[in-house]
């Protein structure tokens, strides 16, 4: 997903100005993702936000241009700061469709208690 707040950019498939881009990470894209793309992503001048949304455990990293793109991980019971559009959820709001191994036990949990 990516967020841009400007409108010249004239194209719907991609953004030369994004504000915030969220990847969902899987075992084939991890790699790729956390490495090369950062680097690319994190050189454009209008990004503020990398989001990196893990889909096998309940974990999401955060890159932020004003704390020189050092990460900062939230997990379930975390709430979520998206700085670069203003956006506060909760994480377990984010993963709360999302069936993994994590998410189960976590309601089985709510259920017994």
């Known amino acids: 997903m990516v967020v841009s707040c400007n409108n010249d950019d004239g194209n719907t498939h991609f953004s030369e100005s994004p504000r915030i ?9 991890r790699k790729f993702d956390k490495n090369l793309k ?5 050189s454009i001048p209008s990004l503020e936000e990398y989001v990196l949304i893990e889909q096998d455990r309940v974990e999401i990293e955060v890159c932020r241009k004003s704390q020189n793109w050092q990460p900062i ?3 379930i019971d975390d709430d979520i700061t998206f700085e670069s559009i203003g ?8 993963y709360e469709r999302v069936d993994n191994q994590e998410m189960q036990n976590f309601f089985k949990t709510l259920e017994t208690a």
Do not use: A, K, W
């Not at 881009?21 to 894209?29: A, D, F, Q």
């Open 21 to 29: 881009i969220v990847e969902v990470l899987s075992n084939s894209t």
């Open 38 to 42: 950062r680097q690319i992503y994190q």
């Open 73 to 75: 991980y939230y997990f």
């Open 87 to 94: 956006l506060t959820l909760p994480v377990l709001e984010i």
